[in-house]
């Protein structure tokens, strides 16, 4: 595989994770105004939204299968577009029915999107020979920003649903389409011949993928409590302004870039195990600070640290899972995919239950023992991380910048 084709290629799936971070975002930060279009009661409105990651861990299943007939490159190819035209159909409708079927079909995609996603991501970082998954993640982490501010201009012009998503589904919609053209399984023609076959032969062993499902789910778990949670606790538990109560997850997002964004760089020296150990102590020590802190700003800094922490666990799961299986990593990344979805659905229903029958502060508390557990099971980034991840790594390829 030429140098030209994987840079290009690693530019295209760059854009594609960017382009999901965008449509993502424009659709879990208007919840408040779906709620309102489509008359979703509050009680009615968990339903929904645990529906979409059940759809989505739905379809990551079945996208290994998919997958293993045409490849990850065509599933991504075609879930995306669907993704960004499933949020167009979120601001049509008018009827609770049409909500239904739109973020259904939103879950689906995004399932699908998500599996093929990562599934290219890993097998880029094989054949680049070094730890490149990071910066996938960092562009995703960009294009969370990039939606959650053009939500903002929404909601703030007072825009409808429709008139907010159509002007960024025309923009994003045929970037994709052109992107895709590039999409590379990078993995191709770069493994180690011997040791695909074997891992062909034994397949995705569940018991060894067990540690990086648990990993995947404390990590989510941690980020739902940020995301779902940090405005209330700010607001109701430490005495904050309205307006001050929206910082913690801004300055949540701006460090979980910045971290995936030098992360690749600290896996290249230190490996891939120190980085998530380091992670996992340092998000922790966020939670921590969050639950004994006296007043806001002690509570915003501690969000802030919590998302360079969590920051690198999660696509230095995927690469792990890709370094375990590397004759089938595809199907590896497929299963741990799910517990994303896991994770998300376990988090926010679990800090607001104990938050109400215990206490916020205690409930904060739970999330920093799980994304803790992670250092014990720290090794499992290791055994093949030296290929491709640490310091001391063999390439695969040449380098290709």
């Given amino acids: 595989m030429t140098d030209a084709r994987l840079r290009r290629g690693r530019g295209s799936l760059a854009v594609s994770f960017f382009v999901q971070g965008v449509t993502f975002a424009l659709l879990v930060t208007r919840i408040p105004a779906i709620q309102d279009q489509y008359g979703i009661s509050d009680g009615l409105l968990p339903a929904f939204l645990a529906a979409v990651p059940i759809l989505a861990g739905v379809a990551s299943v079945m996208t290994e299968k998919v997958v293993a007939r045409v490849g990850p490159a065509v599933v991504l190819r075609w879930a995306q577009p669907f993704v960004l035209l499933s949020l167009l159909a979120v601001g049509v409708g008018s009827e609770l029915w049409h909500a239904a079927v739109a973020l259904g079909l939103f879950g689906l995609a995004v399932g699908a999107l998500d599996a093929s996603m990562n599934m290219l991501g890993v097998s880029l970082q094989r054949a680049y020979g070094r730890s490149i998954m990071l910066g996938f993640h960092a562009s995703y982490s960009l294009g969370g920003i990039a939606g959650a501010s053009l939500a903002w201009v929404g909601a703030h012009w007072h825009l409808s649903l429709f008139a907010s998503y159509l002007p960024v589904v025309a923009v994003l919609l045929p970037l994709a389409f052109v992107g895709s053209r590039w999409y590379v399984a990078g993995g191709e023609g770069a493994g180690d011949p011997v040791e695909a076959e074997e891992s062909r032969g034994s397949g995705v062993a569940f018991k060894l993928l067990m540690p990086l499902c648990l990993v995947m789910t404390f990590a989510y778990i941690g980020d739902s409590t940020v995301s779902n949670w940090s405005a209330k606790y700010l607001q109701d538990v430490l005495g904050s302004s309205e307006e001050l109560a929206t910082v913690p997850y801004n300055a949540y997002m701006v460090t979980t870039l910045l971290g995936r964004a030098v992360g690749d760089f600290g896996v290249r020296r230190l490996g891939a195990t120190a980085v998530v150990r380091a992670g996992a102590v340092l998000a922790a020590l966020g939670f921590a600070v969050v639950a004994v802190s006296p007043g806001a700003w002690a509570g915003i800094a501690g969000f802030t640290v919590l998302g360079l922490g969590l920051s690198v666990i999660v696509p230095q799961t995927f690469a792990a899972a ?47 023992v799980l994304v803790l557990v992670t250092v014990v099971y720290a090794t499992s980034f290791g055994p093949r991380a030296a290929r491709y991840g640490g310091g001391h790594e063999r390439p695969r390829t040449v380098d290709v910048g």
């Fill in 322 to 368: 890709g370094r375990l299986f590397p004759g089938a990593s595809d199907a590896a990344v497929a299963r741990l995919n799910v517990f994303n979805y896991v994770g998300f659905l376990i988090g926010s229903p679990l800090v607001g239950a104990l938050g109400d029958t215990w206490s916020y502060r205690g409930a904060m508390l739970v999330p920093m």
